[in-house]
């Protein structure tokens, strides 16, 4: 297992890389990732990702995505009767997914080619979106670099978030490195 500050160096070395403008857009997609117990860890210390990027000479933004549901779901017209019937959420997964991934594309627009989007808080999506599907929908949106901060597991290609599901395969640059590679 990778600590932090293992993981802090190898982004470092990631994001120091020269960046080609005509990389494709799973290729400016950046997953660290990072045993799910460390997620306080890398939330509490994600300013020395900051640092790193602009040492680096890219600027910096963060989207923090751990309060988002609670805050999209109080304002939500029908949020009194899902607390009543919390089971009928499920039927909203759709809406969340857009919202979501409006909130990413928001975010990314206000972003250069220069530029890092750092998203942090995916674990507190688990069961309301998947954060491949969300990768996926805002990838080829992405002008610089979008940085995943991503609790769960890597292996040969395959992410786990918090270790909880079925993989799913995507071609995002793995920070750290494949450790099978």
């Known amino acids: 297992m990778n600590t932090f500050d293992e993981i802090l160096a190898a982004y470092t070395k990631q994001v120091n890389l020269p960046?080609?403008?005509d990389t494709p857009a799973a290729g400016r997609v950046w997953i660290v990732w990072f045993d799910k117990s460390m997620q306080r860890r890398f939330s509490g210390r994600i300013g020395e990702f900051e640092h790193a990027t602009q040492k680096a000479g890219h600027g910096w933004k963060l989207l923090d995505l751990a309060p988002w549901f609670g805050t999209w779901i109080a304002k939500h017209e029908l949020f009194e009767g899902l607390v009543e019937q919390p089971n009928?959420?499920?039927?909203?997964?759709p809406d969340i997914e857009d919202a979501l991934v409006e909130e990413i594309g928001m975010a990314l627009t206000e972003c250069s080619a220069n530029d890092v989007l750092a998203v942090d808080g995916c674990g507190a999506l688990f069961g309301v979106a998947r954060v491949s599907t969300l990768i996926s929908r805002v990838?080829?949106?992405v002008p610089g670099r979008l940085l995943v901060g991503f609790p769960g597991k890597h292996s040969a290609g395959v992410y786990r978030l918090l270790d909880a599901r079925d993989g799913w395969n995507y071609h995002a640059v793995p920070i750290p490195a494949d450790p099978s590679v």
Do not use: D, H, M, V
């Open 88 to 93: 009928e959420i499920r039927g909203l997964l």
């Open 19 to 21: 960046w080609a403008s």
């Open 139 to 141: 990838a080829s949106a």
